[in-house]
């Protein structure tokens, strides 16, 4: 069985840095693209981060780029999203998943990925 593991969760001032972090068990992430997502309550989920396999390309949903860096460290088996001058509207709970098998184009909906981990909650005070 797959799971993710989040964590990294942190209440934080506008301007400051966090970062998460995904580690994974069940499956080599080696063999996969993996994403970020948040969701806000209420809301679903927003595409925040992905990176493929070997960390070749990633790509960023348009309200987090020049600000987060996904990166992946498989040796270790993790994940990870380096958050950067974080705003308020960045609060929401944060999660990583695994893209689904046969996806060809670049993945960035919640039903393109799998094997969802729990979250880990973001807040940003202003």
């Known amino acids: 069985e797959v799971q993710l593991v989040e964590s990294g969760a942190g209440l934080v001032q506008a301007g400051g840095s966090l970062r998460l972090s995904c580690a994974a068990s069940?499956?080599?992430?080696?063999?996969?693209?993996m994403g970020w997502f948040r969701q806000r309550p209420g809301k679903e989920h927003e595409f925040v981060a992905r990176?493929?396999?070997?960390?070749?390309?990633?790509h960023y949903g348009d309200s987090v780029k020049g600000r987060f860096i996904v990166s992946r460290d498989n040796a270790k088996n993790t994940l990870y999203l380096q958050m950067n001058d974080l705003r308020p509207n960045d609060t929401a709970l944060y999660f990583c998943?695994?893209?689904?098998?046969?996806?060809?184009?670049?993945?960035?909906?919640?039903?393109?990925?799998?094997?969802w981990g729990q979250g880990t909650q973001v807040t940003v005070s202003s």
């Open positions: 998943a695994v893209q689904r098998p046969g996806i060809g184009a670049v993945a960035t909906t919640a039903e393109m990925y799998e094997s």
């Open positions: 990176i493929t396999r070997s960390a070749t390309y990633t």
């Open positions: 069940g499956l080599a992430i080696s063999t996969t693209a």
